[in-house]
């Protein structure tokens, strides 16, 4: 008896919604989702033009009898899903039984099988019409050829966007397929050349070496933590190493792949600081659950899903990253900047194809977007434990007005002297501004500060949340305040200046809660007021920077997650004078 069970109607409505082959990359999922369904531990996926000559899937599953193979091609065939049930609790890995009758619709398909006894068969379709059919060699498992895609879809066929782009796609795909399936030895070939391959050993942190370089999976890291209901692990690589792009981040849930913005968010928020915006580390998380906690009806076809108690899970998976990020050794050393071969995410990939990667290399190491100023950095910090954080080192001088040089036995270390006061000043601001009212003090001369209309309106409405601050204000006229008392930490000859920015920060952010307020008026004002780029610092400054750098929580990256400190070794130094190999 066959493995293929017919859907019921309902089902079968409830799926073809999102019956759509868009591009090469959909075929390539639907067979490969297939493949892994049919337990396969080999699956090779073979290309030609990135799949838009020809798509092949070989598999050595299960395979089928002459019956399933036929049936296979029927609309609402599945041996996927079997009841609604089963679709909720997505158990299987594909939510839709009708990825061959699509394909078949639009392309030519030819499918050969076996279930590995003494026969095998063959059958072929074309616009959705069986071609041809006959005996075929008994190799146990599957092997599907698509060829025309979009032969008879014209419109489609202009809507690709050439075989980089697509194959890019595709290559993504199968990374993510692989972390899912670390005990599946994948093959993706294009135009007969191998692109990626996994051995199916089953050791996920070999498959995230084949796809960001084993010199990034070396230095990654497991995290783990159970909650109740949710148990998560994963790795995650050094911060230090990080992508311009969030495809870096791989969500699996019971063995699927799946997309979902809140958790997404969480990661990103775990790396504050320590990562610059719009960089992200590379991280896989692993999510099990019961099933009845995943809610698929948001969209099947576009593999986001919601948990119910999202908040729950935020929490635990938050947990469980900081605890690991923490341990990270975050002195950037200038060896890791040079990062494996990056050509696996959709940009990277593209960005490798046209050969950009020196310009990769550069988006790494620059930083500096520094602005113009010449102010004068002061710091009261109050004393703190001084924490080692920060090695020994001997200041050498400055160089570029910008970096201050040390040296130890064990390299030369750069430190960047605006984000290291900007991390000074931050971590200073946000202590004074958890004690608002300890620290505000009466002006002998108050100040006037003048709004617009609409502003003098929202001012009146929230001065309770700007007295927070510890700035106490009173009506001056229609269309200004007396600034009557200012916290006690605003630099001296500033008071004006900031003042502006915590009003205009508190008019800006009216719906965020106090503490997200602080941190980024924190970040504002330090940045604002710190020592900048080609600004002269002598050797006094130094050292007070260096003694309150020390003291700080996270003295390696700036509040914006740009790096303070660059080592650059001993020995890669030698290297590159062939001192040493
Ligand atoms: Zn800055
Ligand atoms: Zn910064």
Same mark, same amino acid.
């Given at each position: 008896m066959g493995v293929i069970i017919k859907l019921d109607e309902h089902i079968a409505n409830m799926i073809a919604a999102g019956e759509v082959i868009e591009r090469p990359a959909n075929v390539v999922k639907e067979l490969t989702e297939n493949a892994i369904d049919a337990n396969s531990s080999v699956i090779e996926?073979?290309?030609?033009?990135?799949?838009? *000559?020809?798509?092949? !899937?070989?598999?050595?599953?299960?395979?089928?009898?002459?019956?399933?193979?036929?049936?296979?091609? *029927?609309?609402?065939?599945? #041996?996927?899903?079997?009841?609604? +049930?089963?679709?909720?609790?997505?158990?299987? $890995? @594909?939510?839709?039984?009708?990825?061959?009758?699509?394909?078949?619709? !639009?392309?030519?398909? *030819? &499918?050969?099988? #076996? =279930?590995?006894?003494?026969?095998? +068969?063959?059958?072929?379709?074309?616009? @959705?019409?069986?071609? #041809? #059919?006959?005996?075929?060699?008994?190799?146990?498992?599957?092997?599907?050829?698509?060829?025309? $895609?979009?032969?008879?879809?014209?419109?489609? $066929? /202009? +809507?690709? /966007?050439?075989?980089? +782009?697509?194959?890019?796609?595709?290559?993504?795909?199968?990374?993510?397929?692989? =972390?899912?399936?670390?005990?599946?030895?994948?093959? $993706?070939?294009?135009?007969? /050349? %191998?692109?990626?391959?996994?051995?199916?050993?089953?050791? %996920?942190?070999? %498959? &995230?070496?084949? !796809?960001y370089g084993y010199s990034v999976a070396k230095q990654m890291k497991l995290f783990k933590n159970d909650g109740r209901d949710y148990q998560i692990n994963g790795y995650i690589a050094n911060p230090l190493i990080n992508r311009s792009s969030k495809n870096c981040i791989t969500l699996i849930t019971n063995g699927r792949v799946i997309k979902n913005p809140k958790i997404i968010s969480t990661v990103v928020a775990a790396f504050d600081q320590r990562i610059p915006k719009g960089r992200y580390a590379i991280t896989l998380i692993n999510i099990t659950c019961d099933p009845l906690l995943i809610d698929v009806n948001i969209h099947p076809t576009k593999q986001e899903i919601k948990f119910s108690e999202e908040a729950k899970l935020s929490n635990v998976l938050t947990a469980a990253l900081k605890k690991t990020i923490d341990q990270f050794a975050m002195i950037q050393e200038s060896e890791n900047l040079v990062i494996g071969p990056s050509i696996n995410t959709i940009q990277d990939q593209l960005d490798f194809l046209g050969d950009n990667s020196l310009e990769n290399m550069k988006a790494v190491i620059d930083y500096s977007v520094f602005e113009q100023s010449t102010e004068k950095h002061e710091m009261t910090l109050p004393p703190l434990e001084t924490s080692n954080l920060i090695p020994d080192m001997e200041y050498i001088g400055q160089y570029a007005g910008t970096y201050l040089l040390f040296q130890n036995t064990d390299g030369l270390y750069l430190v960047d002297q605006h984000a290291a006061a900007e991390r000074i000043r931050y971590e200073n601001y946000i202590l004074h501004m958890s004690h608002p009212q300890k620290t505000y003090y009466d002006l002998l001369i108050p100040f006037n500060l003048d709004f617009s209309n609409h502003d003098v309106i929202l001012i009146n409405d929230h001065m309770t949340e700007i007295s927070a601050f510890g700035i106490i204000l009173s009506p001056s006229g229609n269309q200004s305040f007396f600034i009557n008392s200012v916290p006690s930490w605003f630099p001296k000859g500033l008071e004006e200046a900031y003042t502006e920015e915590v009003i205009n920060l508190v008019l800006e952010s009216l719906d965020l809660n106090v503490a997200t307020v602080r941190d980024e008026l924190a970040k504002r004002l330090a940045c604002k007021q710190s020592i900048k780029a080609n600004h002269y610092v002598n050797d006094g400054e130094v050292q007070t920077i260096m003694h309150d750098l020390r003291q700080c929580n996270n003295p390696h990256t700036c509040p914006h997650g740009r790096p303070i400190i660059v080592k650059i070794s001993l020995r890669e130094i030698e290297k590159m004078f062939k001192r040493v190999m």
């Open positions: 996926i073979d290309l030609k033009e990135a799949g838009m *000559e020809m798509i092949r !899937i070989t598999d050595n599953g299960c395979g089928m009898d002459e019956a399933d193979a036929n049936s296979a091609f *029927e609309r609402h065939a599945t #041996s996927k899903i079997k009841s609604e +049930y089963d679709l909720f609790r997505i158990h299987s $890995l @594909g939510f839709r039984g009708e990825a061959l009758p699509s394909i078949a619709a !639009i392309a030519k398909i *030819e &499918l050969t099988t #076996s =279930l590995g006894d003494n026969t095998g +068969y063959k059958i072929a379709f074309q616009a @959705g019409k069986k071609i #041809s #059919s006959g005996v075929a060699a008994a190799r146990k498992g599957t092997a599907i050829t698509v060829t025309k $895609l979009f032969y008879n879809t014209p419109a489609r $066929l /202009k +809507y690709m /966007k050439g075989p980089n +782009y697509e194959l890019a796609i595709i290559t993504e795909l199968v990374d993510k397929f692989a =972390l899912a399936h670390p005990d599946v030895a994948f093959t $993706l070939i294009n135009n007969g /050349k %191998v692109l990626f391959k996994t051995s199916g050993s089953g050791n %996920v942190l070999e %498959v &995230l070496g084949s !796809i």
